[in-house]
């Protein structure tokens, strides 16, 4: 049951995504410019996303574990680091060089020809050398902790 | 000033419900963060008992579009950067998702619902680079 629920949830999401026209970079990069002709879009994406997404994390902080079973897993980590902020700064200029971040690349990857292609195979090289600096450079016991 | 030919206000708000349906959804029934970037890296550092339920929130994802097919005709959608700049950009975004912990869905949309103080950080950090990057590349340098 909990996987046919990933996969309706990345199914409902994909379909959010195209809908808000999220999937269109040329959609991102107008919002992103701000000195240019402005597409607002994106905050009307953002605003609806968080409306319901408040009031799902509400409810769910009153439960210790999921509608179809284990602990439901929030976020515990806290610190803002240079890794938080240096990682997101990174992302954003990835994200503004060619309007895609990794949900629209993916929900753009079955019918959109070569170039979300191109994109997710850099983008899972990026995420590839971040897994190979992470074990050469942290020891295992920090690694699982 | 705003683009009024391109702005889609009741589109976007609809979409926009319908992925916070979605990340709703998948807290409260499998009591999971509907982070993409932190989903996808999750699969290249396997683990036993942890790999299923990403593979298939991926596929819906991926399949999206094709059921979107059968209802209507896809959105036309713009690419304006080449190879070279869709390979710089996905290694950027591969590299810094990872580090940050998140990108627009884990940080932007489920991390400011959870009104998480580090997510705003890490938001606030992606919007603003990605305005300077998007000031450079179009006004600055072409």
Not at chain 1, 5 to 23: E, P, Y
Not at chain 2, 5 to 14: C, E, K, M, N, V
Not at chain 2, 16 to 33: E, V
Request: hydrophobic share 55%.
């Amino acid at each position: 049951m909990q996987l046919l629920m990933a996969l309706l949830a990345g199914l409902v999401f994909g379909l959010g995504l195209i809908v808000s026209g999220m999937t269109d970079p040329s959609k991102v990069t107008g919002f992103l410019d701000l000195a240019g002709a402005w597409d607002p879009s994106l905050a009307f994406v953002m605003g609806g996303a968080i409306g319901v997404g408040l009031i799902a994390f509400r409810f769910a902080r009153t439960r210790s574990h999921a509608i179809f079973g284990g602990p439901m897993q929030i976020p515990a980590a806290r610190q803002i680091d240079r890794r938080l902020i240096f990682g997101a700064l990174t992302f954003g200029v990835g994200w503004g060089l060619a309007g895609y971040c990794p949900g629209p690349a993916l929900a753009s990857l079955a019918t959109g020809g070569s170039k979300p292609l191109i994109f997710t195979v850099a983008m899972l090289a990026g995420m590839a050398a971040f897994e190979i600096h992470e074990r050469l450079f942290k020891s295992p016991a920090k690694k699982n902790a | 000033m705003i683009d009024w030919t391109h702005f889609t206000p009741w589109t976007s708000l609809a979409g926009g419900l319908l992925i916070g349906t979605a990340a709703a959804m998948f807290l409260l029934l499998n009591g999971k963060i509907a982070g993409i970037s932190g989903i996808l890296g999750g699969l290249l550092r396997p683990t036993a008992g942890d790999t299923g339920w990403r593979v298939a929130f991926v596929l819906g994802l991926v399949a999206a579009p094709l059921l979107y097919q059968l209802a209507a005709p896809l959105p036309v959608v713009q690419i304006d950067a080449g190879t070279t700049l869709l390979v710089v950009a996905g290694l950027l975004v591969g590299l810094g998702t990872r580090y940050g912990s998140g990108c627009t869905s884990g940080h932007g949309v489920c991390g400011l619902s959870r009104l998480s103080p580090r997510s705003m950080v890490a938001t606030a950090a992606f919007m603003a680079s990605g305005f300077v990057t998007v000031f450079v590349v179009r006004h600055l340098i072409n």
